[in-house]
């Protein structure tokens, strides 16, 4: 399933990534502020992600880690809005990474005859 033809889990980053600079550079939230915003909306995407691709235990559980680190943050983690949104930006892509690796795309059994 794609979205505007675009897989899930490439817009669960993007999303993911512009909430986080935008927290960082331009809304200029507060460690607290940041930490929650980021851990609502990654723990959303990451449920929205593994319920599209039908194989979300791997979205499911890079949504949680990210989810879990940030409300460290929110909690008393003293980490800068700026270190938080490059670590989350990079278990976002890994976990991207991952999740494309081993999601397998549904193929009708017609799309099965004419590749053979």
Known sequence: MKIFGREPAAWAALASIVLQVIGAFVADFDA?????????????????????????VIAAIAGLVQA???????????????????VLSLVTAVAQFAVRQTVVAPVSREDLRLAA
């Open 32 to 56: 607290t502020t940041q930490a929650w915003a980021n851990g609502v909306v990654i723990a959303v995407l990451g449920l929205i992600v593994a319920f599209m691709v039908h194989d979300g």
């Open 68 to 86: 879990v680190m940030t409300l460290a943050v929110g909690l008393g983690l003293d980490w800068s809005a700026p270190k938080q949104a490059l």
